[in-house]
């Protein structure tokens, strides 16, 4: 079944260490983007990528890198320099060309810093 | 500027009966209207989308929306909640593909039985 998969589904980090999630999907889609969800905030966009090689800064991206080799793939690095880390990282697809925008969600990642 | 509002942070209702969540936007341009739904821990799900077609939209598990162009609204309504539909609720609005997507708060359903 098509579909995109991260992982891990929980992370635990100490302050100061680099964390990366993984983000795959198999529904051959261009674009491919990294939210971050806190409660009672919706969902606000940290990089997007509408091509292999390239990836744009969304709202919130300081504090996180991402890089784009492979169609499939599109990890997310959370730094030491975000202040805030802790919160459920939700990877998305689309289609480029869709006009309409349905984005197509993985299960997601919860990131918890002690 | 865009913009999306879901005027409920969270809505009750009893099983068996109707529910409506409500969803306004400003926009300048004809936009793409979704709702997505989510549980506890998992990722986001369409419900439904409007994309300049028929303004009544069936969506999946007896959800339905309307568009109301002059209310600039998309509000989603059930008949008959069941328990299932327990969960957080997103109105979401785009537009140029999903490049300029905007999410609204969420509504949080909680059904009785």
């Known amino acids: 079944d098509g579909g995109i998969t991260q992982s891990p589904k929980y992370l635990f980090r100490k302050e100061g260490q680099n964390v990366t999630l993984s983000c795959e999907q198999n529904?051959?889609?261009?674009?491919m983007y990294w939210y971050r969800q806190d409660p009672g905030q919706g969902l606000r966009l940290i990089y997007y990528s509408q091509i292999v090689n390239d990836f744009q800064k969304g709202d919130i991206a300081e504090g996180y890198s991402v890089s784009r080799e492979k169609k499939e793939s599109f990890p997310l690095t959370v730094t030491s320099a975000q202040k805030n880390p802790t919160a459920f990282y939700l990877c998305a697809s689309s289609t480029a060309g869709d006009i309409a925008g349905e984005l197509f969600f993985g299960e997601g990642s919860r990131l918890t810093v002690l | 500027a865009q913009s999306v509002t879901q005027l409920d942070s969270h809505v009750s209702v009893s099983e068996g009966t109707p529910v409506l969540l409500r969803c306004n936007y400003s926009s300048s341009y004809s936009p793409s209207l979704f709702w997505y739904v989510q549980h506890p821990n998992k990722g986001l799900q369409l419900l439904l989308k409007y994309t300049s077609a028929a303004t009544l939209v069936k969506g999946i598990n007896g959800f339905e929306a309307e568009f109301k162009k002059s209310e600039t609204s998309f509000h989603l309504t059930k008949p008959s909640a069941h328990m299932s539909d327990a969960a957080e609720y997103f109105c979401?609005?785009?537009?140029?593909?999903?490049?300029?997507?905007?999410f609204g708060a969420g509504t949080r359903l909680f059904v009785k039985a």
């Open positions: 529904l051959n889609h261009d674009a």
């Open positions: 979401v609005v785009s537009y140029t593909g999903g490049f300029k997507t905007i």
